[in-house]
């Protein structure tokens, strides 16, 4: 597999730096919390999770657990893939899901768990 060319983008509220990057007609946007406490990777994720707007668009989350209480609050609105890394993290894969991930309520940052 070719090293992926990934460019630094602005993501409005991020705390943690974003990457974008294509493969085939996806294109994807990637931040790493794993080393952030709450609640930057909620308000990580739900930065990022306003860029997926269809398909064709996907929001890859390295973080240090499975985020529970991000996947109580928006777990019905989008496909999660979820893999354990070798290191011990943890790496979701966001998906659009059509009917459902333009009801998700993502200015709610706030971590309950």
């Known amino acids: ?8 983008i602005e993501v409005p509220g991020a705390t943690v730096p974003f990457f974008t990057y294509t493969m085939g ?8 919390t794993s080393k952030c406490g709450p609640p930057e990777p909620m308000v990580n994720a739900m930065a990022g999770l306003k ?16 985020p529970m209480g991000l996947l109580d609050k928006i777990g019905e ?8 890394m070798d290191d011990g993290r ?21 971590c309950h768990g």
């Not at 007609?25 to 790493?32: I, V």
């Open 25 to 32: 007609e996806t294109q994807y946007f990637e931040f790493d």
């Open 51 to 66: 860029m997926i707007d269809g398909p064709n668009k996907k929001v890859v989350m390295i973080n240090h657990k499975k």
């Open 1 to 8: 597999m070719s090293e992926l060319n990934k460019q630094a």
């Open 90 to 110: 943890v790496k979701l894969i966001f998906s659009y899901k059509s009917g459902e991930s333009e009801n998700a309520n993502l200015n709610d940052a706030a």
């Open 77 to 84: 609105n989008y496909d999660i893939e979820t893999e354990k």
